[in-house]
């Protein structure tokens, strides 16, 4: 019997998700303008943007890109430790580690390689790694990868996550959860967690992505406004293409932590540092961050509008404080469908469906921007009233 073709049964599941109308598709854009963007020849007020500040197209970050550039080239040109790491990511990599309190941080190319080397260094086959069961895509096949024994956990429940801790209490552990979850938008109970991993002699990964920049008096994410240190979260991810604009991840804890990862984490030993220039936006990004206040108060009663219009309407809201507001609709067609509606309307709020989320819960993510106006939001709530949700069974 002939061997079976791998790239024809990548086609039979291609149809199968087409079939079902859960296949995935590029949108090009064309032009961004603030909230706005451009794809096929139509202006659409995006509401699916994690520019949750606005700075992508800030002219500082740009200028300073451009300055960088001009003084050091595009490419980096290697890896870290081979002659790739430059006086830009240094100078980044003090900045964040400052602000989030920690002793020192490492760039990585994305958050995906970060969370992904991280588990890769701290875990060896038959450890234990307990997370919670909506943690990003990343966390999970970084634990899968590293060979450990992977233990998920009902969204924040932590009762159950001290039960999967101590499972097994022969091995090492480490619990990872994100901050602020990115399809729901709700933070983890990580006060909880930390004290958890205390009395359980746990390690507590926290993957900040959504956190960083929108959460904490000055920004410094969701660990920080849990009044949380580095002695309760021993590591803390978090990027920068979501706040701060920009494109990266970082790791930061102490010295021993960073010295570790330098030494075993694959995805940051054998890949190009991110590109100088980049690293130059991205630490004027964080002083706009901390420096412009006015733009988390702004996001935070752009959210509180939505939330009460929503309300208001009988949407179906999930709870979030953060600029992340689903609206869970279930049915994967129906939503895709009312993500159609809206296009037609102008507004551009994306469809999420299986298997980025479970069966039966798929929905509308809306996020909001610093970039958003009040109008904006009224435009958008305007245009959900006119689907006619609030009748619609989930």
Known sequence: MPRPELLERLAVQTAERAQAQLQRRLRTITQADGPWVESNGQRLLAFCTNDYLGLAQHPKLIAALKEAADADGVGSGSAH??????????A??????????????????????????????LLQRDDLCVQDKLNHACLLDGA???????????????????RQLRSNTDTYALLATDGVFSMDGDIAPLRE?????????????????????????????????????????????????KALGCSGAFVAGSAALIDGLMQFARTYIYTTAMPPAL?????????????????????????????????????????????????LLGDARRTLEASKTLESQGLLVVAIRPPTVPQGQARLRITL???????HVDRLLEALASLRLADAPV
């Open 279 to 327: 690293a130059a936006a991205t630490r004027c990004a964080v002083a706009l961050a901390r420096g412009e206040t006015w733009r988390r108060e702004k996001l935070t009663g752009l959210i509180q509008r939505f939330r009460r219009g929503a309300t208001e309407l009988g949407l179906p809201l999930m709870p979030s404080r953060t600029a992340i507001q689903p609206l």
């Open 369 to 375: 921007s610093a970039a958003h106006e009040e109008a």
């Open 81 to 90: 430790l081979i002659c790739g790491h430059r006086r830009e990511h240094a």
């Open 193 to 241: 967690l930390a004290a958890l991993c205390a009395n359980e002699r746990a390690t507590l990964m926290v993957d900040d992505a959504h956190g960083l920049g929108i959460l904490g008096d000055d920004g410094s994410g969701s660990v920080a406004e849990a009044g949380l240190g580095e002695r309760d979260v021993p590591v803390l991810m978090a990027t920068l293409g």
């Open 144 to 162: 899968q990868l590293a060979g450990a024994t992977l233990r998920r956990y009902p969204h924040a429940d932590v009762d159950a996550a001290a």
């Open 92 to 121: 980044l990599e003090e900045t964040l580690a400052e602000w989030t309190g920690r002793e020192r941080a490492l760039l990585f190319s994305t958050g995906y390689m970060a969370n992904l080397g991280v588990m890769q260094a």
